[in-house]
Each structure stands twice: as structure tokens, then as C-alpha cells.
């Protein structure tokens, strides 16, 4: 009894590795891409997979979406300004055939494309557009990336700029370009206030000179309000008569 069950032991071994070789389990989110004596002959899962040992191999394929960090990379903006750029891109995997047939690494040629993708649309924009238009840019990074990893089986779905770090000269030179534009700003709207009140001025004299009792009448109002603060000052109106009186005397 002892020696057939001893016979059998090799046997149940070798069942097991069979049996270990011939099922495989796939999650939810993968995908087996299938090769028979080396081609190409499917796509299975999720689920219990049923292989031929050393007949059929089978890659692994992850469908979840992938966040890519792109390394920092050096650009030279349009108007020749060095900066250090760096990004994540968001992608994943739609098509597991072409992905594992048509690219060795798919994960290391979408990183590669990324960064000299990142490096040339950037180079075509100044550095003010960097700053201010940067999902404009993450758009056009995204729509080029998109378009040539088509034929890997990958969408990429999304792109985000994280940072552009600048030198220190030219964090200061960017600080007194602002300073200086507040400054602008700020003598315009000083120069726009005193036009507006010299030309309100202008229709106050001329809405007073058409009486001329106005005048006076300004005068007393004036004086009521210099009594209201308890001043010292003594004001005696100069009736604007005695001016052209005097004016008219002069000329003769």
C-alpha cells in the first residue's frame, strides 16, 4: 500500500505543475494577451484563463488608468528664457494586442515621448504664456501625445503642467516688470481722475459765470463753511466787479 501510494507521489507532482501552468486567474482590470507556439492568438480575461503548457504563453495586461510623472525637463522658451517644466500624464491602456505587438515597453515609450513632447511645445511659446496660458498647453501636449500613442493601444486622457521653476535673476527681473506696470497703471488712473475733475471744474466755472450773483453765493457758502470749523482765518470776498473794474482801468 505504502510503495503504490509512493508510485503515485511523482504523478500528483506532476499533475500540480501542470495544473499551475494551465490556470491562470485574471482580475477585473486585466487582460491576457494569448501567443501559440509564438503568435498572436487572442485576448482573454477577466477571469479563469485555461492554457497549454509550453504551448501558449500569456503577458499580463494592467487596463486601469496609468499617472506617468514626467521628469524635469530644461526648455528654452521662445524668447530664449531657460526654465525647468515638469508634468503627469494620464493615460491607459484601450487596445492590450497593439500594445504588447507594437511597442516593447509601452510604459517606457510613452515616458520618452512625453518629455521630448513636453520640450518641443514649449520651446514654441514665450515665457508669459507658460505662466498664463498653461491649459491651453496642457491640451496641445495632450491632443499630440494622444495622436501618436493611437497606434500603441493607449489613450492618454489627460495632461497637466505641475511646475515651471525659474532662476532667481529672473524671478526679480519678473517682479520689477510688475512693479513697474502697477506703477503705470497707477499714474493713469491718477491722470484720468484729475482730467476728469479739471473738466468738471471747467463746467462748474462755467455754469457760475453765466450769473453773476452765483458768485457771491459761492462766497457766503464758502464762509459758512469756514465759521463751521471754528476757525481763525478772516476771509473778505473780492467781488469779481472790482477785478473787471480794475482790469478795464488798467487797459485805459
Do not use: C
Request: charged share 25%; glycine share 4%.
Amino acid at each position: 500500500m505504502v510503495s503504490t501510494f509512493v508510485y503515485y507521489i511523482p504523478v500528483f507532482i506532476l499533475a500540480l505543475l501542470f495544473l499551475s501552468a494551465a490556470i491562470k486567474i485574471l482580475r477585473e482590470y486585466e487582460r491576457g494577451v494569448i501567443f501559440t507556439l509564438g503568435r498572436f492568438t487572442g485576448v482573454k480575461g477577466p477571469g479563469l484563463i485555461l492554457l497549454i503548457p509550453f504551448v501558449q504563453q500569456m503577458v499580463r495586461t494592467d487596463l486601469r488608468t496609468v499617472v506617468l510623472d514626467v521628469p524635469t525637463q530644461d526648455v528654452i522658451s521662445h524668447d530664449n528664457v531657460s526654465v525647468q517644466v515638469n508634468a503627469v500624464i494620464y493615460f491607459r491602456v484601450m487596445d492590450p494586442e497593439k500594445a504588447i505587438i507594437q511597442v516593447e515597453d509601452y510604459m517606457q515609450a510613452t515616458s520618452q515621448l512625453a518629455q521630448t513632447t513636453l520640450r518641443s511645445v514649449l520651446g514654441k511659446h514665450e515665457l508669459d504664456e507658460m505662466l498664463a496660458e498653461r491649459d491651453k498647453l496642457n491640451n496641445d501636449i495632450q491632443e499630440i501625445l494622444d495622436l501618436q500613442t493611437d497606434s500603441w493601444g493607449i489613450k492618454v486622457s489627460n495632461v497637466e503642467i505641475k511646475h515651471v521653476d525659474l532662476n532667481e535673476t529672473m524671478i526679480r527681473a519678473i517682479a520689477r516688470q510688475a512693479e513697474a506696470e502697477r506703477e503705470r497703471r497707477a499714474k493713469i488712473i491718477i491722470a484720468e481722475g484729475e482730467q476728469q475733475a479739471a473738466q468738471k471744474l471747467l463746467e462748474a466755472a462755467q455754469t457760475l459765470s453765466q450769473q453773476p450773483e452765483a458768485m457771491q453765493l459761492r462766497y457766503l457758502g464758502s464762509l459758512n463753511v469756514i465759521a463751521a470749523e471754528k476757525s481763525s482765518t478772516i476771509v473778505f470776498p473780492f467781488p469779481l466787479e472790482f477785478g473787471k473794474l480794475l482790469k478795464m482801468g488798467g487797459s485805459e
